[in-house]
């Protein structure tokens, strides 16, 4: 009985983690050879969220924040997401890394 107890909770904890996730307002951006669809996106202040990154072109692709401090690579055809913590009101640039001479995105937080 005792096993049975520790095997569930080991169990809660590997998925409480995944549905907190779940349940986050969750926002898409494409990566497709340097260029970010949208430019702009759009976030409530003071409340967590999440980014789901999908990087659609030929070539690797990173989502960088420095104000952020994120950093994720995408190989090509890779979907994944980042996490961020709640914002102030304002605006937070982004870029990829590997196509520093293309404009950067942002998140406006309001």
């Keep these: 009985m ?3 107890r520790i095997a ?3 169990l809660a904890g590997a998925v409480v983690p995944v549905t907190a996730y779940a349940q986050l307002p969750s926002f898409e951006l494409i990566l497709r050879d340097g ?8 976030v409530p202040a003071g409340q967590r969220f999440k980014i789901v990154l999908k990087n659609l072109g030929q070539g690797p692709a990173e989502f960088e924040s420095t104000p952020l401090r994120v950093e994720k690579v995408l190989s090509p ?3 994944t ?5 709640p914002l102030r009101p304002g605006h937070y640039p982004f ?3 590997f196509n ?3 404009p950067e995105g942002g ?3 309001k």
């Design 2 to 4: 005792k096993r049975l």
């Design 8 to 10: 569930w909770l080991i």
């Design 35 to 42: 260029h970010f669809t949208p430019a702009l996106l759009e």
């Design 77 to 79: 055809g890779v979907t």
């Design 81 to 85: 997401f980042v996490v961020i913590h």
């Design 95 to 97: 870029f990829d890394e």
């Design 100 to 102: 520093p001479q293309l």
């Design 107 to 109: 998140i406006l937080a």
